[in-house]
């Protein structure tokens, strides 16, 4: 039997382990490992941010998408899903509700709806940053040019989510169909984080076909990258996808991976994902508890959130901007966190501080 417990002591301490020992802590850690785990990355965040929570108001402004993702629901070639995009008003007054309810993150995602210009999109920044100059824009809309990605930054985008979905070239041709290249996703990660963007990576757990040494492979190109900000949720089937018959992910699987990465990248913005609260009611929670310090709730108009189903069962689609904030500062409260009315910005003087 190995000593996971020194395992984990080791990871802690030196934030990282080698890929034989990585496999070793997946594959064999038990459940009273599993609490040890979870305690050290729960201590760690807590070194960090103390029970201070950091909020964005997630704002979905279109679900249109020249792609078609096997895995996502509002891929090109669902026909049933009904189609919107948010007027500049309409995005204006989501962050005006997210404002007043103390959001001072923004986040802008989309499918990657090619009706939007260069020009429309600085339109959008330029509007956001001129009337919420102390908020932060994170922009979520995919996969762009080094120069369109540059020109949004100028105009006020402080971050970019752009998940890498998983690390292995093999198993990205599994989850997309030929045109959309790993290679290509890297490069733009790479792009953003010289253009100097706070960056956020992360894959989903448990997707098809994924294995252990997948998962590794993340954990190894997630330490490399260093991105700011993590957001790794389960894998929830949609029923009008390709992959609508497969399993989904696990939850106790992602909060082991949350965990991990705590540890490895102390300093880093890691979301409890809508995903993990979908899979389980108190997901969200769970995902605090193991080394999260994140969460996103919805700012979307409640007669469009319907519409933008990644998955099935997405939670919250029926909810007001300000439900979903209360529901979380009193799911919070409970497990003795609170959410703060802050930017949250990526802090490397802590994770400094951390290491002594
Ligand atoms: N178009 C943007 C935003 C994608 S949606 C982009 O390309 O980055 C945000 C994330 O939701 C995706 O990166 C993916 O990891 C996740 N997602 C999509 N479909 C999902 C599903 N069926 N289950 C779980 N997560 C999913």
């Given amino acids: 039997m190995a000593d996971i417990k020194r395992l984990i002591d080791q990871l802690e301490e030196q934030r990282i382990l080698s890929k034989e020992e990585f496999l070793t802590l997946l594959t064999e850690i038990d459940d009273e490992n599993r609490s040890y785990l979870r305690g050290r990355a729960k201590e760690v965040a807590e070194k960090q941010f103390g029970n201070r929570i950091y909020t964005r108001g997630l704002i979905e402004f279109t679900n249109y998408c020249k792609n078609d993702c096997y895995y996502c629901g509002i891929r090109r070639s669902n026909r049933e899903v009904t189609r919107y995009r948010l007027t500049n008003e309409q995005i204006l007054s989501c962050c005006k509700e997210g404002y007043e309810l103390g959001f001072r993150t923004f986040v802008l995602q989309g499918g990657e709806d090619g009706s939007y210009s260069d020009a429309d999109m600085v339109e959008i920044i330029t509007m956001i940053k001129e009337n919420y100059p102390d908020c932060a824009l994170t922009l979520s809309i995919g996969e762009k040019s080094y120069d ?8 006020g985008a402080d971050r970019y989510l752009l998940r890498h ?53 993340d954990l190894f190109f997630l330490k490399e990258l260093s991105p700011e900000m993590i957001g790794i949720g389960p894998f929830l089937p949609h029923h009008q996808t390709p992959f609508a018959k497969e399993e989904k992910g696990s939850m106790e699987l992602t909060l082991i991976l949350i965990s991990i990465l705590r540890l490895m990248l102390p300093a880093a913005l890691i979301p409890a994902t809508t995903a993990l609260g979908t899979i389980h009611p108190n997901g969200r929670e769970e995902g605090i508890l193991s080394g999260a310090n ?11 959130r319907k519409n933008y189903e990644l998955y099935d069962n997405k939670i919250c689609t029926g909810d007001e901007a300000a439900e979903c904030r209360f529901c979380l500062d009193r799911r919070m409260r409970k497990i003795g966190y609170e959410l703060t009315v802050d930017r949250g910005d990526y802090n490397e003087k802590e994770n400094e501080l951390c290491t002594m």
Avoid: W
Wanted: aromatic share 10%.
């Fill in 148 to 155: 369109s990605y540059r020109k949004f930054y100028q105009a």
């Fill in 165 to 217: 979905e998983t690390a292995n070239e093999e198993h990205y041709n599994k989850l997309h169909p030929e045109n959309l290249r790993l290679a290509n996703r890297k490069q733009c990660l790479l792009d953003l984080k010289k253009i100097g963007y706070q960056v956020g990576a992360g894959f989903m757990v448990g997707s098809p076909y994924q294995t252990n040494e997948n998962i590794i492979e």
């Fill in 294 to 304: 994140v969460v996103m709730p919805n700012l979307s108009p409640t007669s469009v």
